[in-house]
């Protein structure tokens, strides 16, 4: 009940439904995302390091999908914005606070 493909393709979600998914909590899978920058000596690597959730607790992840999401966005019906739709696999700007 509290994955991103359910808060996705639910959108009349009762008040009751959305206390009890914000309950059971975010889902925080390790996920396989990569990226690599052209920098202007060499090539940077990263790689998704699951210690993010640690630092914004608004942050929750769909296996599924291999993308980050905004849980609260998705919990509680926020902006429609790539954190909410489409997920984010780089870098972004959020303005929630950890």
């Known amino acids: 009940m509290n994955s991103v ?3 996705l393709t639910n959108k009349d979600i009762t008040y ?3 206390t009890e998914i914000k309950r059971l909590g975010r889902l ?6 990569s990226k690599t920058d ?3 000596s060499r090539n940077y690597s990263r790689n998704f390091n699951s210690s993010v ?14 993308k980050l999401f905004c849980f609260i966005c998705l919990v509680m019906g926020g ?7 489409e ?3 780089g870098k972004g700007g959020h303005k929630a606070t950890a």
């Open 5 to 7: 493909d359910f808060l």
């Open 87 to 89: 997920g984010c696999v």
């Open 16 to 18: 009751e439904i959305r």
């Open 53 to 66: 959730y640690d630092r914004f607790k608004w942050l929750c992840g769909c296996p599924k999908r291999n």
């Open 79 to 85: 902006n429609q914005s790539a954190w909410t739709q």
């Open 28 to 33: 925080i899978p390790d996920l396989i995302i």
């Open 38 to 40: 052209v920098g202007k």
